[in-house]
């Protein structure tokens, strides 16, 4: 199984410290608020969160109908999209109509996932991101490193550096100073669009609301300051109830930042301008087909577990496939593409189940995993693989001859990493420690002699 | 008299038996009737955990008939523990043997203080040791405060904590060989970790993650020293 090669990544001490000091900073102030004595509530909360988004897609069909009703009530429309190619091929449509040349947009990983700002460019329109770390990598011709935080690997250095060359500011060695340069250059956009393009956090039934989370204010403007209003949302963001916002929103900001609420939260029903809502299957449905892997649907894109994965803390979000990074993507992204598209993406954890323990919907990123192996397994197995664990389990079945086995096997094992004998999965392991000194007797024999 | 089956497991069977007789000394200490069944081999984990389902199966099928009638089964691993106690239902769901099993399946820290409700076995250890949450043990088992507690009562010994406790060494099964990379370098980050404590000894309730440390401490030139919770718990 061809692996990706993460030397590069694993190498730049710069980039290393840059990952590790912003995901223990968010991972510290998530624990510190989730505690038992800051919220004595937090498991029965994502307990509850969990049953309802489990009820929700349960019941999906039901949901999106309602939702439907209720925004178009609302003098809003919803655009079914079942791919990445309609919802853009939509919204560059309706820009076109109504001779819209500038798009403001705030952070959205859904239009990430449809490629959406290259269709706008290709057609013509010039689709401004306005979040900070969006704005930067935008201008740097990057993708998002982090679900929440998308610039996580760039230093205050590397931001003055950007900005220097793209909008020919002065260097500055302040985040102030630095928001500030950005600030001027985006408010003219703001003013200059004729759409914003927004994702959702929340899609509410029974209101007909959508609801965003954010910190910085662009994606109120965003939804606001334009005259058309496009929100573009996985079918899988709804939840029934405006009140069951009780319970994702004090999960959502925590799990995320550590913030108790984000800056801004804003709940968006009454339409004064045009509002779309364009609702994206891309995938969706096939998860949702799969009762044992639907859960992967329940996520509410906080990041916690890219934080908290020592995977991810190694090897940042450009060795991942697919816009989606860390635990989340690694179920994520081979159920949309196929096991085929990554192979080895599922295997790339050591299992340690942070994911999972840190998840505010309680997905069951491990087992998932694991589940995701097996499926790989059956679907294309590596024969000599395969052929060693049969041998393996026969070995394993027989205790006399495993016995004989093991201990002939650990003896004639090379030590010396740069022994000629040192091969495949031992040179891996030699590659990086020592092995231990094989033992002149293993417990059974020690044992014996012990009983005696 | 409490009747204890080991089930050392295919690991400190072959490459640490150390941590196997020092188990044995401790339960038999603690006045346990120990027994080892020398049909054993292995829990079929890195089978499972490589997504060879109908391998894995055969191995726990095996292991299921090996320790038939066992009364409590006492486990040198988090991790190979929790394959059975945790895991096994998934291979042979609906099977009434891994259902009878279930309750009978301990690992060693947890059988000493939730089983036989001891919290100092009467070791004397001396020196400064920190404690590595392996990662089964605590997020499936929940095994955290119990290992400590041992470690406390132990006459001499110092136990100081290291920042972060409850991150992956790195080992993970067969992601240590096919990601040696990754998995290097969070055993480094670790080290650093335990480096940070000052102590000399790293203590587990899991061989693997230790067979991992020290295998990076050795490779970095440290002087800083492994060792299974039994083994500090046998000493004297």
């Known amino acids: ?452 | 008299m409490v009747r204890v089956s080991l089930f050392v497991t295919c690991v400190v069977d072959q490459v640490f038996p150390n941590v196997g007789i020092a188990m044995a000394d401790v339960l038999g200490r603690a006045g346990c009737e120990v027994e080892f069944r020398e049909a054993q081999t292995c829990c079929g984990q890195p089978a499972f955990n490589s997504g060879y389902r109908d391998e894995a199966r055969t191995v726990a099928e095996h292991f299921l008939k090996t320790f038939e009638g066992a009364e409590n089964i006492v486990v040198a691993s988090g991790s190979c523990c929790s394959m059975i106690s945790h895991h096994f239902a998934e291979l042979l769901p609906g099977d009434h043997r891994v259902h009878d099993l279930e309750p009978r399946v301990w690992e060693f820290s947890q059988f000493l203080t939730n089983v036989l409700k001891v919290e100092d076995v009467g070791a004397t250890f001396e020196g400064l040791v920190t404690y590595h949450d392996s990662c089964h043990a605590l997020r499936e088992l929940k095994i955290k405060d119990g290992p400590r507690k041992l470690l406390q009562n132990v006459r001499g010994l110092r136990l100081v904590e290291m920042e972060p406790a409850e991150e992956c060494c790195g080992f993970g099964g067969t992601f240590s060989v096919k990601f040696p990379e990754i998995s290097g370098g969070m055993a480094r980050t670790k080290i650093e970790a335990i480096e940070r404590t000052g102590a000399a000894t790293v203590v587990s309730v899991d061989s693997s993650c230790l067979m991992q440390l020290q295998g990076a401490l050795s490779r970095s030139g440290s002087k800083i020293g492994t060792m299974h919770l039994a083994e500090v718990l046998a000493s004297k």
């Open chain 1, 1 to 452: 199984m061809k692996t990706p090669d993460v030397t590069a990544t694993l190498g730049d001490g710069k980039l290393q410290l840059a990952i590790y000091s912003a995901t223990a900073r968010l991972a510290d102030r998530r624990r510190e608020v989730v505690s038992l004595e800051a919220m004595p509530d937090y498991q029965q909360l994502r307990q509850h969160a969990h049953d309802i988004k489990k009820h929700t897609l349960d019941h999906l069909d039901y949901y999106l109908e309602q939702l439907e009703r209720n925004i178009e009530a609302r003098g809003g429309k919803v655009i079914w999209a079942k791919d990445g190619a309609e919802a853009c091929a939509f919204i560059q449509k309706l820009a076109r109509e109504r001779g819209v040349k500038v798009i403001v947009k705030s952070k959205s990983m859904t239009t990430e996932e449809i490629h959406l700002n290259e269709h706008l460019e290709a057609g013509g329109i010039e689709a401004v991101e306005t979040d900070l770390g969006e704005y930067i990598l935008q201008l740097s011709g990057e993708k998002p490193f982090h679900i929440i935080a998308p610039a996580l690997h760039k230093t205050i250095g590397d931001v003055s550096n950007i900005f220097e060359r793209h909008l020919h500011s002065q260097p500055e060695t302040s985040p102030e100073a630095l928001t500030k340069i950005a600030r001027i250059a985006l408010r003219e956009k703001f003013l200059e669009a004729g759409m914003g393009i927004t994702g959702a956090n929340f899609l509410v039934a029974d209101s007909g609301a959508i609801v965003l989370v954010e910190n910085e204010g662009n994606a109120r403007l965003s939804s606001t300051a334009p005259k058309i209003h496009v929100a573009v949302s996985g079918i899988e963001k709804i939840i029934p109830r405006a009140q069951d916002l009780a319970v994702f929103l004090k999960l959502l900001a925590r799990s995320a930042t550590g913030q108790p609420l984000s800056v801004y939260t804003s709940f968006l029903a009454a339409v004064p301008g045009e509002f779309y809502l364009v609702l994206l299957d891309n995938g969706r449905t096939r998860l949702l087909a799969d009762e044992s892997k639907r859960q992967s649907l329940y996520c509410i894109r906080c990041g916690a577990c890219l934080n908290n994965c020592p995977v991810y803390r190694k090897i940042g979000g450009y060795n991942y496939p697919w816009v989606y990074s860390g635990p989340i993507g690694k179920i994520l992204t081979p159920q949309f593409m196929g096991i085929e598209h990554d192979p080895w993406l599922p295997f790339a954890s050591s299992l340690c189940g942070a994911c999972g323990e840190v998840c505010p919907v309680k997905i069951e990123i491990p087992r998932i995993l694991l589940e995701l192996r097996s499926n790989k397994v059956s679907s294309s197995p590596d024969n000599v693989e395969l052929w060693s664990f049969k041998v393996w389990a026969w070995v394993m079945k027989h205790p006399k001859i495993y016995a004989k086995l093991a201990s002939a096997a650990l003896a004639a094992a090379p030590t010396d990493k740069d022994s000629f004998f040192a091969v495949g999965p031992l040179k891996n392991w030699l590659s990086q420690r020592d092995l231990p000194v094989p033992p002149a007797k293993s417990f059974r024999e020690l044992w014996k002699k012990r009983s005696k």
